[in-house]
């Protein structure tokens, strides 16, 4: 991708006189401060409450997250941070794409930052591309359902609602700690459940997480908008997330060959950390192969993690379930009882790649 704003805006980009556009400052604690805001502001309009943290914001502007990620900030005339906007190679083909623009601005000083941040993303959508040797590259952002706003810029930007997800959430009882025998490790009918095994120095077995890696590759080849994802890739990825930890990573494995546990399921969790009250679990992946589905798998991973949250003193676990998908899986997380809490959409663009960057 493209480091130098310059390099794919127009040299006047067109904003009020004394703005600029520049590459966001991770190490700017002024900055990272005022980008939190900017992002907890945006949540709190788009569904009702804010849980973004500095956190998030250092996964995409730190100098760990830039290995994979570019980022803009447009600043008024007085050096205050207006808009925000993000891109990272998530996945071949696939770029994921941030939007901020502060909600206090009046609309065409806000359309106007809009539009400089849409502009560089498909330029960065182009290098890209570029760089994959891609014909096309997608840029995938994602809105609050009814955020009016966000909508009509997306729509006026070309991006086309593609996708809606249920943010679910049940609670946990401490009771529920004995839900499963124990959520370290625990078998029934021939699945056996158990955390990745963990190493001398404390660090999981690469054998383990490959399996994960493998497993859920596999159980989400025909999901949408599905993009393979390298081994290195997907460690990386997940070890940026705020509330990432080893010991919430879970292996299902069948044992119809006892001598031969076969990985066929696995879960990935984390830590959704309160500043308020006590901490709840997130499932971040869960994915069972088609050849073990009706076996229970994918219940026994759910029980586990309730299980581990209850232990841990924690009073919920959340996930977000694909609306459109034709699994039914929401079924079994209604069952189990999840409720949404609220709604979000995935929007795309496709950018073509000029043949002169390809070449």
Not at 1 to 19: F, Q, Y
Request: contains cysteine; hydrophobic residues 40%; negative net charge.
């Amino acid at each position: 991708m493209e480091s130098d704003p310059n390099e794919v805006l127009a040299e006047d980009p067109g904003l009020p006189t004394g703005w600029r556009a520049e590459p966001a400052d991770g190490g700017d604690a002024k900055q990272l401060e005022r980008l939190t805001q900017l992002l907890r502001e945006h949540e709190r309009i788009g569904r009702g409450w804010a849980s973004g943290s500095e956190d998030d914001v250092l996964v995409e502007v730190s100098p760990t997250g830039l290995s994979m990620r570019e980022n803009l900030v447009v600043l008024d005339d007085t050096g205050l941070v207006r808009a925000w906007a993000s891109v990272h190679d998530r996945a071949i083909g696939r770029m994921l794409y941030v939007h901020l623009v502060d909600h206090t601005l009046g609309s065409a000083q806000a359309d106007r930052c809009s539009e400089v941040l849409f502009e560089w993303a498909v330029g960065q959508a182009a290098c890209l591309g570029a760089e994959r040797g891609l014909p096309v590259q997608q840029i995938d952002t994602g809105a609050f359902r009814d955020d009016a706003r966000q909508d009509a810029w997306l729509i006026g930007a070309g991006f086309e609602r593609v996708r809606t997800w249920w943010q679910m959430s049940r609670p946990v009882q401490p009771v529920e700690a004995d839900l499963v025998p124990d959520p370290a490790s625990w078998t029934r009918n021939a699945v056996h459940f158990r955390r990745v095994r963990r190493g001398v120095a404390g660090l999981p077995e690469e054998s383990d997480l490959r399996a994960v890696h493998d497993v859920l590759e596999g159980a989400f080849t025909d999901h949408f908008n599905s993009a393979e994802e390298t081994f290195d890739e997907f460690i990386h990825r997940l070890r940026e997330d705020p509330g990432h930890r080893w010991d919430h990573w879970w292996i299902a494995e069948l044992l119809d060959d006892p001598a031969h546990p076969t990985p066929a399921g696995a879960l990935i969790g984390t830590v959704s950390e309160s500043q308020t009250g006590p901490d709840g679990s997130y499932v971040s992946y869960l994915g069972v192969l088609e050849s073990a589905r009706g076996r229970g798998v994918a219940k026994g991973l759910l029980h586990t993690v309730i299980a581990d949250a209850a232990a841990r003193g924690r009073d919920r676990v959340g996930l977000e379930v694909d609306a459109d998908s034709p699994t039914g899986a929401d079924r079994l997380y209604v069952g189990l009882g999840w409720t949404t809490k609220y709604v979000t959409e995935s929007w795309h663009r496709d950018v073509p790649v000029p043949a002169s960057r390809t070449s």
